[in-house]
């Protein structure tokens, strides 16, 4: 299947990988393709510059965002949730229409410094303002209660542990819950939170996610939630 991974960074790296390893066509979208690519620094993640990543996995391509819509079956939105709006409005409605959207960014408002806050928050939640913008899309939230690495390899927490998914399409949810068996992810593990409203609250957990981030002081610590574990 083709997919398109919007966002060049760790998440979209990461997932671009694994889809990729999987034998599917992948190509990720940017803002600007050539502007990327001559990038020499690492992003202010420490990640090397994308050029090198690329090298190192020569079936997939970068496009622009609109081109890279285009080209997908499937869309996955792994752009920072404040920009992911704005990547998705260059990306293209009528690219999207009919797609199967997979959202993984959060609301991260760093305004007010760190930690950051959520925006929106407990009325709305950026899977929501995303279905709004683009009716023709069919948005699935998924994957973005924990780090990366979990996201394509769940057997590094062990035992078991849950995934959620929201979104307003049973056909979109079951190509996601499909995609994430592909991932590792047992299907007794996908919990349906019900339509995109309930992404509010998936994201609603990052502000906990965060804070024992802070607290535990690095990245490998599990939390349960009604039975939930989710690794950050």
Excluded: C
Aim: hydrophobic share 45%; glycine share 10%.
């Amino acid at each position: 299947m083709r997919y398109a991974v919007l966002g060049t960074g760790s998440v979209g790296r990461t997932l671009a990988a694994k889809l990729d390893s999987l034998g599917h066509e992948v190509v990720v979208g940017t803002r600007d393709a050539e502007a990327t690519l001559a990038r020499t620094d690492p992003d202010t993640f420490g990640n090397p510059p994308f050029a090198q990543w690329l090298a190192e996995h020569d079936r997939v391509r970068l496009l622009d965002f609109a081109e890279a819509a285009a080209f997908g079956e499937a869309v996955l939105n792994t752009t920072s949730g404040t920009a992911s709006l704005q990547a998705l409005e260059a990306a293209g409605g009528d690219n999207l229409a009919g797609k199967v959207l997979l959202d993984v960014a959060n609301p991260l408002d760093f305004s007010q410094g760190m930690p950051p806050s959520l925006n929106p928050v407990n009325t709305d939640s950026l899977g929501e303002q995303i279905q709004r913008a683009f009716p023709g899309a069919k948005v699935v939230k998924t994957l973005n209660t924990m780090n990366a690495a979990i996201m394509v390899e769940p057997s590094r927490v062990a035992g078991p542990h849950n995934v959620f998914v929201s979104g307003d399409n049973a056909g979109a949810k079951k190509h996601v819950t499909e995609l994430l068996a592909e991932f590792g992810w047992p299907e007794a593990s996908v919990i349906d939170l019900g339509d995109i409203s309930t992404a509010r609250g998936a994201e609603m957990l990052l502000p906990v996610w965060l804070r024992l981030y802070g607290a535990f002081g690095h990245a490998e610590f599990n939390f349960h939630i009604q039975g939930a574990r989710t690794d950050a």
